[in-house]
């Protein structure tokens, strides 16, 4: 009887709120994330359907893109090095960041406030500005390393060579293993501690807790972070833009960037192999998410702040010392320096005495006279600021009916806003421009495309950061809001919007970084009149103008720092934890 | 059996800051005894039971085993947590989750590889079978309760025959209830295999109810180490009579011996007491009186011809169930005292109170 009154009260309460204005609010963000994430996919996935429509022969339907490409030796070349790409790039970054993980939570390693800094590191180097500092780095005909190797050791023998497949492992692993450094970190202290303490207690060795205890334990952490690396790795567009087009080492991004700027372009098998690399993404983020669950049924959190016993590594220590400072040497060291090197060279040259006359400040003022760059630097600011403004109030409010109604059906809800986490950038592009092209409206080839663009590709963020501090917060604050009489509008705007702001600030700062740095959805979006910095970055390298590009990025990234470090500075006063 | 000499421990921080733990302890602890550290959070109770496991380093001292020296700051000595053969049950109970409960309680013996696969599965299932675990020998650890995951961590604690059997607040993560069963199942455990355990809580009653010994810590040094009896009856200090139950305080003025050993005429304010002390006192010095609230005897007939007998009136009452908590106000003081439910005299009654001079103990210094 009493669980029936209570049954029926609710459904009475609930009866009452489904007239509330607050579902307009509710209505119109469900429209907006709904549009964002699905109306572009359902284009992409149409158009690779279609033949190319050509002036006077209008696009129709047609196997043809599927059965082409499925029958193609090129593409299974095409599978086999994107999937070879991506683990062995997922893999080097694994191995890098477990031990650097390792070595900082569990043992007495020196040197460990450098792993934090390193860890910025992926956020403030746009991502083509990492490449294009390798390639000066070890290029057979231009790297320094080589041509300092050549010289020292009076040969003409190439020692290092980022244009072949290890190379764009190599490029690629090192700077994603700050990555795979905050997943495994964020694993080995979410495991109990006593777990491995108690099977030393048993009498087992240091060998046989490792093999037997943390090892197996961390697995689930270990596979969810490779799958995660790798979908990264398979998605990314800078690295094999830059390191495999010219050698003819195609995978899956750059080839759909070269049958869109092939003449004519071919949307359709673009499209086709979009929704190849969706698959492929698909079914890593799937997997990963089952791995990640087990992962917490592994994970234990003891009831005791005992921070677990770091290892004396004796002697080791130097060793493992050395390997942080090398690591920092490859990940920050040298490409900032050769970048610098090269941004103050009126004419692309290898580091010397002679070299060293010749250092100017022309590339900066230059750069500074290029056409365009105020516009750029103008779109970038504007563009990052209000992605990251419309994502985090957007998903605030869906994160919020995610998590604190009972409306069925909202796990898809949940689902829609996280699905372009799976869609590459450059996927993102795609299915944008075919969309908006064919919709028509205007809208191709202005701002407005790349914030719809940014928005789409950052909301996944925005649900993270917006999710994770709701289900920190009580819902009897809320509650108790209501019981004293507030309305949704003033408990969302006077409660949950104020204890939710450490999580919003973090995650806005974050997606004004990164919407800075984006280039692979901006790189088929832009036009003259829409360009943002990470484009002109882009038009740099196409036109071989590496001193000029050296210059803008010296300048980009010294921004990004200082924003960065203003961005910490001002968010502790709030209690941001970290950005 | 134990020795602990002269230890000094210190404890990092989650911030990573140290603080002192530990300060100059020595306890000893003979063969098949229960033992326990008792105090509160940041007493260094754990750190003390952590560095006779190894599992941290103290800053200097002395642990003996068995005659067997485990660690000395002196001679240099640190034997590998792992060669120390101490079985230990973790707060968390560390129950591994990728192993079934045999798996689980069979790592120790197949770690050290000694015995057949035959001698391991027998011993096992009888470790097993003592903590009535046997039918789920082949669950899958995460699938167990919490009672049971708390039983299987000592399964696998004592399935080696360890010299020393280590507890960390074993009991502190299961419901009321269960604790409260889980108390007499290790009693029972522990007395039939007279493993010399060394156990850690905050809990009083636990400590009182599980114990051969007590040891109560605060602020890194022993306190006072006894019986439970003599630790519950015979306080040392303010802080042991406060921290294990509860206890009336009233100020007071040694009068004079009285005619029997140990005991003492005490001026207090509602009127002079006769008091237990072990420590010869002097006449004038300021004391503290401690009476538990359950040996507060009331009645509503004045008792005649018995010592430490006042009147007061009933302040107000809390009815427990097993019990009736009153206060009673008498010459300016208010006293606790815990009753049988069936006095029912009505809140602004006078009353009668009666004080036991055995149960009414004297410690030093004033209140």
């Known amino acids: ?579 | 059996m134990l020795s602990v000499r002269a230890l000094n421990t210190e404890y990092r921080t989650g911030r990573g800051a140290t603080l002192r733990a530990a300060r100059d302890l020595a306890f000893e602890v003979e063969k098949g005894k229960f033992f326990t550290l008792l105090g509160p959070s940041g007493c260094g109770k754990t750190t003390t039971l952590r560095s006779i496991a190894g599992l941290e380093r103290p800053l200097s001292g002395e642990i003996a085993v068995n005659g067997r020296v485990v660690y000395s700051s002196e001679r240099n000595i640190f034997v590998a947590l792992n060669k120390r053969n101490f079985g230990m049950v973790f707060q968390s109970y560390a129950i591994w989750p990728h192993m079934t409960v045999f798996e689980n309680a069979a790592f120790p013996l197949e770690v050290r590889g000694s015995l057949a696969r035959k001698a391991v599965r027998d011993k096992v299932m009888a470790v097993l079978s003592a903590v009535a675990l046997e039918d789920l020998a082949e669950r899958e650890a995460t699938k167990l309760s919490g009672g049971q995951q708390q039983r299987l961590a000592l399964a696998r604690a004592i399935v080696m025959e360890p010299e020393l059997l280590l507890l960390d607040e074993p009991l502190s993560n299961l419901d009321a209830k269960l604790r409260e069963r889980m108390r007499f199942e290790l009693k029972r455990l522990q007395r039939e295999l007279g493993l010399t355990t060394i156990y850690v809580t905050h809990d009083q009653a636990e400590a009182l109810a599980l114990s051969h010994e007590i040891a109560v810590m605060n602020e890194g040094r022993i306190v006072q180490i006894g019986s439970p009896r003599t630790i519950y009856e015979r306080p040392r200090d303010r802080f042991v009579a406060e921290f294990i139950g509860n206890s009336n305080f009233l100020d007071g003025v040694v009068a004079g011996a009285d005619n029997r050993a140990g005991f003492w005429r005490v001026r207090a304010k509602v009127r002079e007491l006769v008091a237990f002390s072990d420590a010869p006192l002097q006449q004038g010095a300021p004391v503290t009186l401690s009476i538990r609230p359950e040996n507060v005897e009331l009645s509503e007939i004045a008792p005649e011809g018995e010592a430490n007998v006042f009147a007061g009136t009933v302040d107000s009452k809390v009815f427990q169930g097993d019990f009736v908590d009153f206060q009673v106000a008498a010459g300016g003081i208010v006293l606790l005292a815990r009753a049988h439910p069936s006095l029912r005299t009505p809140v602004g009654d006078a009353i009668h109170v009666r004080i036991d001079p055995e149960k009414c103990v004297v410690l030093p210094g004033p209140a």
């Open chain 1, 1 to 579: 009887m009493a669980a029936l009154d209570h049954a029926s009260q609710s459904s009475h309460r609930e009866a009452r709120t489904a007239f509330d204005p607050q579902w307009g609010i509710i209505g119109l963000c469900l429209v907006v994330v709904a549009w964002l994430a699905l109306v572009p996919l359902a284009f992409l996935l149409w158009q690779s359907f279609l033949t190319p429509g050509v002036a006077d022969t209008p696009a129709a339907f047609t196997w043809l893109n599927y059965a082409k490409v499925y029958t193609s030796v090129e593409t299974f070349r095409l599978l086999g090095n994107s999937l070879a790409f991506a683990a062995g790039a997922a893999a080097l970054s694994l191995a890098i960041g477990t031990a650097l993980a390792w070595m900082n939570e569990r043992t007495n390693t020196p040197f460990k406030s450098l792993i934090y800094a390193l860890s910025v590191v992926p956020l403030v180097i746009p991502g083509i500005l990492f490449v294009a500092a390798w390639i000066m780095l070890a290029s057979p005909k231009i790297g320094v390393l080589n041509l300092l190797l050549q010289r020292a050791f009076g040969t003409d023998r190439v020692f290092f060579d980022v244009y072949t497949l290890p190379g764009m492992m190599w490029v690629d692993g090192i700077q994603h293993a700050p990555v795979a450094f905050l997943l495994m970190s964020a694993a080995l202290r979410s495991m109990d501690p006593s777990l491995e303490e108690s099977a030393l207690m048993s009498g087992a060795s240091m060998f046989q807790v490792a093999r037997r205890i943390t090892l197996k334990l961390a697995f689930p952490a270990l596979a969810a972070s490779f799958l995660i690396l790798f979908v990264r790795s398979i998605e990314s567009f800078e690295n094999p833009a830059l390191l495999g087009l010219p050698v003819g080492i195609q995978v899956f991004t750059s080839s759909i960037y070269e049958a869109l700027h092939a003449y004519p372009s071919d949307v359709g098998l673009a499209s086709t192999y979009a929704i190849t690399l969706l698959v492929i993404t698909s079914g890593g983020i799937f997997w990963q998410s089952r791995l990640a669950t087990q992962g917490t049924r592994y994970a234990t959190v003891s009831g005791k702040a005992f921070r677990p016993r770091t290892m004396d590594l004796g002697r080791w220590r130097y060793a493992a010392g050395a390997f942080f400072l090398v690591y920092a040497a490859l990940v920050i060291g040298l490409p900032f320096l050769v970048l610098v090197w090269s941004s103050l060279q009126r004419f692309y040259s290898v580091p010397s005495l002679a070299a060293l006359q010749n250092v100017s400040l022309y590339n900066y003022a230059a750069v500074l006279d290029y056409p365009n760059i105020g516009t750029a630097v103008w779109n970038s600011i504007v563009l990052s600021l209000s992605t990251a403004t419309a994502v985090m109030a957007l998903t605030a409010v869906i994160a919020w009916l995610v998590l604190r109604t009972r409306i069925p059906g909202r796990w898809i809800l949940d689902n829609v806003v996280s699905l372009p986490m799976v869609m590459p950038g450059l996927v993102i592009g795609l299915a944008i421009m075919i969309c908006y092209l064919a919709l028509g409206g205007g809208i191709y080839g202005t701002v407005w495309i790349l914030l719809i663009a940014y928005m789409t590709r950052f909301l996944p963020y925005g649900m993270r950061f917006n999710s994770a501090s709701l289900l920190q917060l009580h819902k009897e604050l809320e509650e108790s809001a209501a019981l004293s009489g507030a309305d949704w509008l003033t408990t969302f705007r006077r409660v949950v919007l104020p204890l939710l702001k450490p999580g919003l600030i973090a995650g806005w700062i974050y997606i004004v970084i990164v919407s800075i740095r984006e280039l692979s959805s901006s790189v088929l979006l832009y036009s003259p009149d829409s360009q943002v910095l990470s484009v002109v970055l882009w038009e740099l390298w196409q036109n071989g103008q590496y001193v000029q590009l050296s210059a803008l990025g010296v300048m980009m990234m010294a921004a990004l720092f200082v924003f960065v470090l203003a961005a910490q500075a001002f968010g502790r006063r709030f209690g941001v934890r970290d950005v």
